[in-house]
C-alpha cells in the first residue's frame, strides 16, 4: 500500500515545474502546455484522495476536468493560431502592444 | 511459458513499477516545460500524461486513466501538434530565448511552492482510507455520471458547444469582411 | 444488485431561466445559419430572449430550492439577485452591440450565442452549492467570454486581449483546481455546505494545508475579478477587447466571480474568518491603491475604465471583508449600481466610435459640451457616480460598502479606501474637464441609434433611481441573507 503523501508530494512536483514553466517560458504554447500540467496536477491529487476516501467525487471532478481542458485546448489554440496569423509570432514578449 | 513470482515479490515489483512512473512523469513534465524545440516539448507532454494513466491505474482508476489516454494524449495533445503545424513558429528563436531574470525568480517560485505543498501534504493527518469496496469501477462511475451528476454532466456538453462554435468563429479567417 | 440506478427525476420548472437562455442560444446558432441578409433581427431576438429570462426570474422568486440535483443547485435569493445583475449585463451588451458590430463590420450570429452563453454559465456559478458545479459553470462562462475578446479578428489588438486572456485565466483556472483538490482531501467533500460542517467535525480550523488551499482558491479568483497582485491582464485585455464586451467583463464575470467568491468564503469557510479576513484586507488595499493610482496616468479612455474597474473590485472586496449580512448585502447593491454605471459610460464609448476607432482617446472628448450636449451632460453623471459624489447611485454604493466595513471594524482599511475614492475623482473628472473646457478640434456631431438611447436612457434611470431611492434593493438584497449565511 502506497501511502497518500507519495501521490500528493508527486503532484505538488507537477505543479510546481508548470508554475515555473508558466513563469519562465515565453513561447504561449509552452506556456500553455505548463498550464496542462498543472491541471493534471489537481487531477492526479483528487483520483488520490478518491481512492483513499474510497469517494467518487474526486474522479468525477477529475473526469469534468479533463472534459473542461480539451474545451480550453481547442479555443486556446484557436487564439493562437488566430494571433499568429496577424502577428506571425508566438511570443509572449514579441506581441505586447499595449502598455501602460 | 510458466513465469511464477513468489507471493513475497509482488509488492516489490508493484513499488517499482510505481517508482518507475513517478520518474517517467517528471521526467515528461520536465522535459515539455525545458525542452528547446516546441515538438520535443509535445512528446514531454504526451509521456507525463502517460505516466500519469499509469498512475491512475495503480490508484484502481481504470476510468478516468482510460479517459487520459483517450482525452488527454489522444485529444489535446494532438491538439496542441495541429496548433504547432499551423502555426509554424520559429524553433531557433525559441532556442535562442533564455528566461532571463525571470528564469531563477520562476525556479525560487517553482522550489518554494514544491516544498510548502509537498511539505503539508506530507505532515497533514489524512483520513484513514476506508474500506474497499468496489470503488472506481468504469461501471460506477457511469452510473454516478448519469444520476447523481446528470446536470453536471449536460453542462459539459454545453462547454463543448462553446468550444466548437468558439475555436470555429475566433480560428477561420475573415467570414466578418465578406459577408454583412 | 441489479436494481435500477435511481435516475433523479428533478422537476425542472424552477430551472426555467437556465433553460430558457440554453435554448435561446441554441436558437441564436441556427437562426444565424438560415437568415442570411436578416442577420439584424438577431440581437433583437437576444434582447427578447434575455428579457423573458428576467421575467422568468422575477416570476420564479417565490419558490426558492436550495437543494436541486442532490443539493449541487441552490436557488434562493442571493442567487437570483446575482443573476439579475448578470442578465442586466447581457441586455446592456446587446444594446450596446447592435451599432458597433456594424461600425466594425463584425460577424454577428456566434457573438450573441456566445455572449448568451456565458449568461448560463454565469447562472449556473452564482447557483452552484458544489464545487464541481461551481467549476463547470465559471469554464462556461469563461471560455465563452474569452471568444468575445478575441472576435475583432482583423484586429492584432484584439487578439492580444484574447490570449493574455486566456493564459492567465487558464493559469486561475489551474490554481484553483488545485486548491478545490486540496481541500477535497483534507474534508472529503466538494459540497460547501459539507465543507463548513466538516471543518468543524474533523477540527480543521487551524490546518496549514487547508489553509494554503483556501489561499489558493482566493488567488485564483483574484485573477478572476482583477483584484491587485493579480490584475495585470485585465487592462490589456480590456483595452483590445471589442467595446461592448469589455463593458460586459466589467459588469457580469465579475459580478459572478464575486457572488461565488462571496459564497465560498461566508457559506463554506466561516470559521476561517480569521485567518482570510487579513488577507482579504491586504488585497482590497492593494486593488484600490493600484487601480486609482494607475488610472491616472491613462489616455486611453477604455484602458482608464479597465484601472477604474481594478479599483471598483477593491471597494466591493470591502464587503466580503465585513463578513455581515449587511457587506453581502452592499455587495450585491454595489454590483447593480456598478453595472449601471459603467454599462452608461460605455454606451457614450460606443457612441462616439467610429471606423477609426474614436472616442478612445481622451483627447476625443474635447468640446462634446459644445457639439453635443446631450452625451456630454450624460457622461458627467456617469462619471460623477463611478467618482460616487453625491446625487447619483455610485455615492449610495460606495456609502453602504464603506459603512458595512467599518462596522465589522475594518477603520483603517475604510480611512485608506475614502482617500483612495477621493484619489480617482482626479481622472474621472479629466474626462469631465476635457468635455467641459476644452474646444472641440473637428467639431462633428454623433449619430445616435434606438438601441443606444434606449441603452442610455436605461442606465440614467438607474444611476439616478437608485441614487435617489435607495432603499428597495438594500432591504431585497437584505432578505437574501439568511439562505446564505445558515
Redesign the interface.
Known sequence: MIPVSWYLTLAAILFSIGVYGFLARRNVIIMFLSIELMLNAANLNLVAVSHYLTDLRGQILTFFIIAVAAAEAAIGLGIVVALFRNKATVYADEIAQMKG | MNLSISPEAVPLIREGIFVGLIIVTVFGALLATLAKRMTRAVLGLVVCFLGIAGIYYFLNSPFVALMQLLIYVGAVAVTICFAIMLAEPDERKLAAKTPGMAGPLAVLLGATVTWVLAGTAIKAEWMAPAVKINEGSVKDVGVSLLTTYSMVFELVSIVLLIAILGSLVIARSGRDKAEC | MDTA????L?PLAPLAPELLL?CLGLLL?VVDLFLGEK?HILPWLAALGTLTGLFLLGNGSGHFSDG???G??ILDAYSLFFKVICLIGVLFTVMLSVRYLDTE????G?YY??LV?AA?GMM?MVSAAD???L???L??MA??V??LV??L?????S?????KY??MG??S???L??G???I???T???DLQLISQRLTELNLAD???LF?ALGMVLIAFSFKVAAAPFHMWA??AY??APTPITAFMSVGPKAASFAVLGRILLSGFPELHVHWGPLIAGIALLTMATGNILAI??T?IK?MLAYSSIAHAGFALLGILATSNEGVSAIMNYMLIYAFMNMGAFAIIIMLNNRERRGEQLKDYRGLAQTNPVAAALMLIFMFSLTGIPPTAGFIGKFYLFLAAMNAGYTGTVIAAVILSAVSAYYYLRVVRYMYMYDSEKGEAVAMSPSLTAALIFAVIGVIGLGVAPGWVLEMASQSLPALAQ
Open positions: 440506478p435511481n435516475f433523479i428533478t440554453i446558432v442577420r436541486l440535483f442532490g449541487m443547485y463590420k463584425m460577424h454577428q456566434e450565442s456566445l452563453f448560463v449556473v464545487m464541481i458545479v467549476y463547470l459553470g469554464e462556461l471560455l465563452s474569452y471568444c478575441g472576435l479578428k482583423s484586429d492584432s489588438r487578439n492580444e486581449a484574447a490570449l486566456f493564459l487558464a493559469f483556472s489551474g490554481i483546481l488545485y478545490i483538490s486540496l477535497y482531501g483534507m472529503g467533500t466538494t490546518n496549514t494545508l494554503i487592462p490589456d483595452e483590445g496616468s491613462q486611453n484602458r
